[in-house]
């Protein structure tokens, strides 16, 4: 017996989808069409979206820098604002650098790291099991190894002082705006992941002090921020012996700051 057509309503799917509060609804039904395979299949998709979880984590995958990432239900979902801190790294990388990419969440930056650097060492490291689950699935192929811990604590001893660039999308939400980010993030992402503490910036402290440590001389720290974390952030990695520089671009709303590890 023939498999029966699947011929989804389009124009309904996407009327619900964008009574549901989904801005990109055309774009978002064309993917769980693709997706779905089936009527039944679409049907639980849709009403899985409509109730609040991240097509991300619908399809399992999301598209950074040009790149589909896996990403399972409750791992930080990369966003397109990132891309600035990808270009900002690699800008200040250099020849065939020596790459750690901390808060590592789905391994997005490192993927793409991988291809625009060519690395000599790449590593990531995350302190939530489930996202070094998923980074170790997008990394593998890579031979890139993802290391569970806090911050540089599990990273092999050899390489303190010898990395040439560390990234890090660390948490920058202060604790008291968490409540106040989309459902999406809220619900269904790790708090770890956005939790930044009481001024956005707690881990981002302890990021700027090991680096200062774990950084070859001449080595660089990139990190994002908000744009009005920036000034604060640029102070606390200035006294921790590193000399920061400001990125932003106003087309992703994105802020990235560089810190340069003196020769």
Do not use: K
């Amino acid at each position: 017996m023939p498999p029966t057509l699947f011929s989804p309503d389009r124009p309904a799917l996407v009327r619900r989808l964008r009574a549901a509060g989904c801005v990109f609804a055309e774009d978002e039904a064309e993917l769980l069409i693709a997706a779905a395979g089936s009527a039944e299949a679409l049907t639980d998709l849709v009403d899985r979206r409509v109730a609040g979880l991240p097509l991300e984590h619908l399809l399992g995958w999301a598209e950074f820098c040009g790149l589909r990432v896996a990403v399972d239900p409750g791992v930080f979902v990369p966003r397109g604002r990132t891309a600035l801190l990808v270009a900002a790294a690699a800008a200040v990388a250099g020849p065939a650098p020596a790459v750690l990419d901390l808060c590592c969440g789905s391994g997005a930056a490192a993927l793409v790291l991988h291809g625009r650097v060519a690395p000599r060492w790449l590593a990531a490291a995350d302190v939530d099991p489930a996202a070094v689950t998923c980074a170790r699935r997008n990394l593998a192929p890579l031979g890139v190894p993802v290391y569970q811990g806090d911050l540089f604590a599990p990273v092999p001893v050899r390489w303190r002082g010898r990395l040439d660039l560390v990234v890090a999308n660390a948490p920058y939400v202060p604790s008291g705006a968490v409540a106040m980010l989309p459902a999406e993030a809220r619900l269904h992402e790790a708090p770890v992941a956005l939790d930044g503490g009481a001024d956005g910036l707690a881990v981002l402290r302890r990021v700027a002090a090991g680096a200062a440590e774990w950084l070859a001389p001449g080595g660089h720290l990139a990190v994002e921020v908000s744009a009005g974390q920036a000034g604060t952030l640029c102070g606390i990695m200035a006294d921790a012996g590193l000399d920061p520089s400001v990125v932003h671009d106003d087309d992703l709303e994105a802020t990235a700051v560089t810190a340069r590890r003196p020769g």
